[in-house]
């Protein structure tokens, strides 16, 4: 079963809807970056909601969503291209956080809620566009929500979840994301909103083994739903070694100087998938040429 998501709308066209399924490529993500379970679900609910935003970019570019929210997790970042490619990382991976009372992983804790969330839109032929707002709670999903009625003025609701099982292993994960249109009648909305509140937890559904098509019809069954979209989603770093040069030739001559002096080359670790690029010192001699 692989991930993906499906982009639909409801009624006369009076709200938009995303539906993933990400179970696959979050339990990469935990593998790659070894993360507890509290980080493994606070990395999880972003990676899904980055890759309903990457869903919705209309043509080439990447989305990245960070959150600082001064928590002991430190900060998030998770980034999605428009054809469902996601990847991310936490700062502090390995973060042990006590349950809540109810048993739950207490994401918000980890996360912190006094800070901001980020929303970084490279549209390549144009210049990046970066939206703010505050955290609500640092659960991510009504993060997100708030983001997007406040920073971006669309009424929205977004449910995301991960359900981790004992032994730290993903189970479940997705999320879903509805965007009311502008026109859309105000009891219409109420009745939506009414629908989304009584929901079960997205990760349930889909430990159920519900599919993102399902899940859109238990959520808006009753209204007309047309699907416009299937989306397969993988963790999918893309770096390379090229674009590891290019981005060792940015940092400067004087900063490739003082590597080759005081660590007599360079090692650099992508941060999205832990691969380790190794520069000799013949090789950074090599770049040094470049200035
Ligand atoms: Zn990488």
């Given amino acids: 079963m692989k991930d993906y998501l499906v982009r639909a709308i409801i009624g006369e066209g009076d709200a938009r809807v995303l539906a993933a399924r990400t179970t696959h490529l979050v339990e990469e993500a935990r593998e790659k970056h070894d993360t507890a379970h509290t980080v493994t679900a606070a990395l999880g609910r972003s990676l899904s909601g980055a890759a309903m935003l990457g869903a919705q970019l209309k043509e080439e570019g990447i989305v990245t969503i960070r959150i600082a929210g001064g928590g002991p997790i430190k900060g998030i970042i998770a980034q999605a291209d ?51 707002s505050e955290l609500i709670n640092g659960e991510i999903g009504e993060d997100l929500t708030y983001y997007l009625a406040h920073s971006e003025q669309i009424p929205s609701a977004v449910s995301l979840g991960v359900l981790v099982g004992p032994a730290g292993e993903v189970r479940a994960s997705g999320g879903f994301m509805v965007q009311m249109m502008p026109k859309a009648e105000s009891s219409l909305v109420e009745e ?18 519900l599919t993102p098509e399902e899940i859109t019809e238990k959520l808006f069954g009753e209204f007309k739903v047309q699907f416009l979209e299937k989306r ?55 770049l040094l040429k470049e200035f």
């Fill in 232 to 286: 397969e989603l993988n963790y999918h770093c893309g770096c390379s070694r090229d674009r590891i040069t290019s981005m060792l030739l940015s940092l400067g001559k004087e900063e490739l100087q003082d590597m080759l002096e005081e660590d007599g080359g360079a090692e650099i670790r992508c941060h999205f998938c832990g691969e380790k690029n190794v520069f000799s010192e013949e090789e950074i001699r090599v």
């Fill in 82 to 132: 428009h054809q469902g490619n996601v990847r991310g990382y936490a700062i502090e991976p390995r973060l042990f956080v006590p349950l809540k009372e109810d048993g739950k992983l207490d994401v918000g804790g980890a996360v912190g809620d006094q800070g901001k969330l980020y929303v970084t839109y490279d549209l390549k032929l144009k210049e990046p566009y970066t939206g703010v």
């Fill in 192 to 209: 939506i909103e009414n629908r989304i509140s009584k929901a079960a937890f997205i990760s349930s559904l889909i430990e159920e083994g």
